[in-house]
T-cell receptor
Framework: RKEVEQDPGPFNVPEGATVAFNCTYS??????FFWYRQDCRKEPKLLMS???SGNEDGRFTAQLNRASQYISLLIRDSKLSDSATYLC?????????????FGAGTRLAVHP | DVKVTQSSRYLVKRTGEKVFLECVQD?????MFWYRQDPGLGLRLIYF???????EKGDIPEGYSVSREKKERFSLILESASTNQTSMYLC????????????????FGPGTRLTVT
């Protein structure tokens, strides 16, 4: 089982739609959670951190459910520029060192 | 503004060649990472370093080695390139993680697309 699992998509949605992605993680000891965005042929960049109480940044809302070990990202009023791959990321420990564990990503395509 | 640079955007090498991929950061971050990214598999950690001259194996270290002689520079070495090492290689840096204070953003370089023929 992968440590972080995501639906690869693609999610094809029209402009203005609301779309939600989920991700599950296997390590209950994980403490930090993030969504990264990766545009085609570009490097990943931090979109937002995910807090236990849920958090919002403009059209983007992230939620964390520790009991079920899943993280969600909601995008409202989708724009063409939202087309990208969204990576779910959790932190973990390996040999006493902290590292980030990346999901394989969910691809979003927003069309006119 | 954090800047992470990688020595090449595209590289083509022959099987058996020794390949050096260099990563340089200007943020004085202690932590540096090398990943490879393949379709459907996502980002996989090859090696990481938490300080100068320190290195730790990631999830897929076989066929790779690393060098960190200076804080700002982290090199990935393919001792004898093979076709299954054709991939996108991404370097990343992050400030030191402190338990209880939250995690820090990880910054990536633009990537090197390596093709081994």
């Amino acid at each position: 089982r992968k440590e972080v699992e995501q639906d690869p998509g693609p999610f094809n949605v029209p402009e203005g739609a609301t779309v939600a992605f989920n991700c599950t993680y296997s390590n209950s000891a994980s403490q930090s959670f993030f969504w990264y965005r990766q545009d085609c042929r570009k490097e990943p960049k931090l979109l937002m951190s995910v807090y236990s109480s849920g958090n919002e940044d403009g059209r983007f809302t992230a939620q964390l459910n520790r009991a079920s070990q899943y993280i969600s990202l909601l995008i409202r009023d989708s724009k063409l520029s939202d087309s990208a791959t969204y990576l779910c990321v959790v932190n973990g420990w390996s040999g006493g060192y902290n590292k980030l564990i990346f999901g394989a990503g969910t691809r979003l395509a927003v069309h006119p | 503004d954090v800047k992470v640079t990688q020595s090449s955007r595209y590289l083509v090498k022959r099987t058996g060649e020794k390949v050096f991929l260099e990563c340089v950061q200007d943020m004085d971050h202690e932590n540096m990472f090398w990943y490879r990214q393949d379709p459907g598999l996502g980002l996989r950690l090859i090696y990481f370093s938490y300080d100068v001259k320190m290195k730790e194996k990631g999830d897929i270290p076989e066929g790779y080695s690393v060098s960190r002689e200076k804080k700002e520079r982290f090199s990935l070495i393919l001792e004898s390139a093979s076709t299954n090492q054709t991939s996108m290689y991404l370097c990343a840096t992050r400030a030191v993680y402190v338990v209880g204070t939250g995690d820090h953003e990880q910054y990536f370089g633009p990537g090197t697309r390596l093709t081994v023929t």
